[in-house]
T-cell receptor, first 117, second 116 residues
Framework: EAQVTQNPRYLITVTGKKLTVTCSQNMNHEYMSWYRQDPGLGLRQIYYSMNVEVTDKGDVPEGYKVSRKEKRNFPLILESPSPNQTSLYFC????????????????FGEGSRLTVL | AQKITQTQPGMFVQEKEAVTLDCTYD???????LFWYKQPSSGEMIFLIYQGSYDQQNATEGRYSLNFQKARKSANLVISASQLGDSAMYFC?????????????FGTGTRLLVSP
């Protein structure tokens, strides 16, 4: 089954304690991205990656790091989490958002709800 | 900067009626794509429909259609014959071809409630 898997799905942590949210896709997609969803703000892009070792900042990258050492994995790292990073996080992947006129559907993971105390 | 605006925080509709969810966008780029996603209470994001800026016809997918008015920069989602299962949050999103479609910008969403 084609899917994007995020872990953990739920996490409560404390300020300053480093954490990693993993994301893995089994569709051999080049494009992967992280979003955060906050009430009244919709989804905002944190980082994205066009392929292995190619990453770039989205609209709200502060406080986050990513890496893309393998095509299937795109972990999101919070080196020193703060309460303003309490949010619902989504990982997404696609062959490309649009490829040769065809729709490159963006497949989302189920989300990771993070609370930073 | 690119921006998506959804002005309806919430919408109510009776079962079997049609409903239109508004979306306007702002970009100076002539080449872009517009998406609608559904987010039920369980939280997952479900792709509904896509419209390319050069597409001549409005996109349709089953009960979903996209009313694309390029001059007005609007991309409203029309759901025909609403069902109880359509109750969810709906997001409009845009991506730009000159970025290689690398960035997807979302609106703030509209919560739809379908009543029996």
């Amino acid at each position: 089954e084609a899917q994007v898997t995020q872990n953990p799905r739920y996490l409560i942590t404390v300020t300053g304690k480093k954490l990693t949210v993993t994301c893995s896709q089994n569709m051999n997609h080049e494009y992967m991205s992280w979003y955060r969803q906050d009430p009244g703000l919709g989804l905002r892009q944190i980082y994205y990656s066009m392929n292995v070792e190619v990453t770039d900042k989205g609209d709200v990258p502060e406080g986050y790091k990513v890496s893309r050492k393998e095509k299937r994995n795109f972990p999101l790292i919070l080196e020193s989490p703060s309460p303003n990073q309490t949010s619902l996080y989504f990982c997404a992947s696609s062959l490309s958002l649009v490829l040769a006129g065809e729709i490159g559907e963006l497949f989302f993971g189920e989300g990771s709800r993070l609370t930073v105390l | 900067a690119q921006k998506i605006t959804q002005t309806q925080p919430g919408m109510f509709v009776q079962e079997k009626e049609a409903v239109t969810l508004d979306c306007t966008y702002d970009t100076s780029d002539p080449s872009y794509g517009l998406f609608w996603y559904k987010q039920p209470s369980s939280g997952e994001m479900i792709f509904l429909i896509y419209q390319g800026s050069y597409d001549q016809q409005n996109a349709t997918e089953g009960r979903y259609s996209l009313n694309f008015q390029k001059a007005r920069k609007s991309a409203n989602l029309v759901i025909s014959a609403s069902q109880l299962g359509d109750s969810a949050m709906y997001f409009c999103a845009m991506t730009l071809t000159n970025t290689g479609f690398q960035k997807l910008v979302f609106g703030t969403g509209t919560r739809l409630l379908v009543s029996p």
